[in-house]
């Protein structure tokens, strides 16, 4: 393939979508305020010590739910074009079901009203992870198709409330995203493995395995509802898709068992939800290897669930190889405790020559190397050979980002702004996108930096930061890191400036 250095002066067109991103639950703290509901993680940290490793909770996290005005007109001072957010379903239907808490939606409304004042675009996921606790008391959360129905009609009352916050101007404004990473059901959806202590998940299956894949089933048939619903009945011309988690795989050697190892790691992170998009059903390597475990849809689901996205999302953030089980792949496909199970693949950082994929994150994300050389292979991957059915859909980077080791080392505020690690990461990763689409010719149509600012990352924390803006959590005060200038600079350079100013020294929400 052509140097990068060949694209040094290209730009991107104007429609090209870009900005940073956030989680309702990881942000916006206030998490019994104005009549907010319970959602599972709320409830995890104060339940089970250790459940979260450094004991810390979401309580409060970066207190956005009062200081968003504070966070738009930074956006908008730095210049930044799009948000991209989640809803937090129990702060607007407090149980998941019954009665809805109008502070909540009113909450929203001035959220819209602001970020559309200052002319940020608005990219809005519907669900990511908060599930209302009230629902696994019930019954038992994702597990039930219950969930299905109450799923639909909060997302329906969100897209009735906010769907006309679009500028028709912008081809991707609003973007809709009805679930963040569907790949973490179950463990994300509901704390797992704490979250498999809840009542409703004792004893359901296999080691939780059936839980996860009926959970998986649920969020397809959520969303296919949904898009349906959106597109034929709302009439809704915005792209709606789910962000997907997925990673470049490589094999770790030439043999052909190496081969079919990453087709099955592929087929796992990208086709369990992504060969239902394209082909009405879930990928053969997924049934044969989980049989039973792996739900089936009638005729009406696959028609309904075909096509249901405009586009790809994909939360890219790192790489892996993949070998062939030790075993084989009989022996671990009979055994869904197996540690390999359901990809009956061995996944490893460290390359056959024995060195790292890349330099490792922090500790609280041990799973994330800096291999931003694999964004182009990939992009080109997923376009041309994984999904070349929906090819001209169009892919977008729905997130990406590290952890910079030295944020949780250091301690005086001038070296913890000074993240060259996540900067040198984003450089790499911004450079090889544009790589892709300018000299490979793939269809990327946009990218977003996790995360705004350092927020509560899951079962690791406040003590694992991933923010492009650091915030001291007593004073609430928020500071740009390096990597945001670089972020920054990257757009600039190449054709977006977006030449704002702002006084940010704003009014607290309300
Ligand atoms: C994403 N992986 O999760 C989530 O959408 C965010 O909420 C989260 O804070 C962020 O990434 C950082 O962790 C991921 O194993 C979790 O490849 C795991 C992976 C990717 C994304």
Known sequence: PAYISEVEDAKLPDDFLWGVASAALQVEGAAADEGKGPSVWDFLPHRWANSVLDNTTADVAANSYYLYKQDSLRLKALGIQSYSFSISWPRVIPFGKGPVNEQGVKHYDDFFEDLLSNDIKAVVTLFHWDTPLALFNSYGAWTSEEIVADFVRYAKLMIERYGTYILPSYKYTTVWYTFNEPQYCNWRFSG???????????????????????????????????????????????PMSFKNSANWITPNSTSAADAE?????????????????????????????????????????????????????????????????????????????????????????????????????????????????????????????????????????????FADPAES??????????????????????????????????????????????????????GTKFGLQYVNLTSQERHPKASMFQFLNWFKLHGQDQTATANITAPIGH
């Open 192 to 238: 797992y493995p704490y979250g498999s202590l809840l009542p409703s998940y004792n004893g359901i299956g296999t080691g939780g395995v059936k839980a996860a894949f009926l959970c998986g089933h649920y969020t397809l048939l959520a969303h296919a509802e949904v898009y349906d619903w959106y597109k034929n009945v709302f009439k809704g011309t915005k």
């Open 261 to 401: 190892a990453v087709q099955r790691v592929n087929d796992y992170n990208m086709g369990w939800f992504g060969g239902p998009w394209t082909d009405g059903d879930y990928p053969e390597s997924l049934r044969s290897t989980l049989g039973d475990l792996l739900p089936t849809f009638t005729q009406e689901q696959k028609d309904k669930i075909k096509g249901s996205a405009d586009f790809y999302a994909l939360d890219g953030y790192t790489a892996n190889i993949a070998a062939a089980p030790p075993n084989g792949i009989a022996a671990c496909a009979a055994n869904s405790s197996d540690p390999n199970f359901p990809s009956c693949a061995v996944t490893a950082t460290v390359q056959p020559d024995g060195f790292p994929i890349g330099p490792n994150s922090d500790a609280g994300a041990t799973w994330l190397w800096s291999t931003p050389g694999g964004i182009r292979p990939y992009l080109s991957f997923i376009e041309n050979e994984y999904f070349p059915k929906v090819k001209g859909k169009g892919i977008v980077v729905s997130e990406f980002g």
């Open 409 to 462: 080392q250091f301690n005086t505020l001038g070296q913890i702004l000074w993240d060259l690690r996540r900067a040198d990461y984003i450089q790499g990763f911004l450079d090889n996108i544009l790589a892709a689409r300018v000299l490979d010719g793939v269809n990327v149509t946009g990218v977003f930096a996790w995360a705004i600012y350092d927020n509560f990352e899951w079962n690791s924390g406040l």
